[in-house]
């Protein structure tokens, strides 16, 4: 996207009011300090209304923690979503659609009991879990070849890569469609 200046939002009039929202991580990427990358996007119908990335603080010892500390990031935003809607009247439905590419996450979200291997986890992290009980998300399981969060953590080939940036709702004011 840093080549590609002229892209822009695009927010359509017939929009539906149903979120839908991806996370992804880059786990243990960088050579130097083994810091992860994540990354969320969240859509409110077809439009792309929230995203970040950031480069975490701590490193994780595993794929399946630092695509759950993802989801948790993307989680708490969520919870902040519905919050504003609220405040504004907004009638918004719940289950907000969430999607990970990341099996081994879903299961240990979607699971009650803790296991050994898991507990260094920080505790925040499973605000998931009590989110998902609550009916504030369903989370899905995605192929990472529709991650549409990928855009935000990974260097992607060019297809792929222009693929993603088509389905987060960007145009190019310089030549529109």
Not at 6 to 25: E, H, M, R, T, W
Not at 40 to 47: D, N, Q, R, T, V
Not at 126 to 149: E, F
Request: charged share 20%; hydrophobic share 35%.
């Amino acid at each position: 996207m840093k080549g590609s200046p002229g892209l822009d939002l695009f927010y359509s009039v017939d929009n539906d009011l149903k979120i839908q929202a991806f996370s992804d991580s880059d786990w243990a990427t960088c050579p130097v300090s083994r810091i992860l990358v994540t990354s969320y996007c969240i859509f409110l119908g077809k439009s792309l209304i929230s995203w970040k990335t950031k480069k975490q603080t701590t490193v994780s010892w595993s794929s399946t923690e630092a695509e759950y500390r993802a989801l948790a990031s993307l989680t708490y935003e969520l919870q902040w979503l519905k919050y504003l809607c609220d405040d504004i009247h907004l009638p918004i439905h719940v289950p907000f659609c969430t999607f990970s590419d990341s099996e081994s996450t879903i299961q240990l979200a979607k699971n009650p009991s803790f296991h050994e291997r898991t507990k260094h986890i920080e505790v925040d992290c499973h605000l998931i879990r009590i989110k998902i009980q609550k009916g504030l998300i369903l989370l899905s399981y995605v192929p990472s070849g529709c991650q549409l969060a990928d855009v935000f953590t990974k260097a992607l080939y060019p297809n792929p890569s222009k693929q993603n940036v088509c389905k987060l709702g960007l145009v190019n004011i310089h030549c529109p469609p």
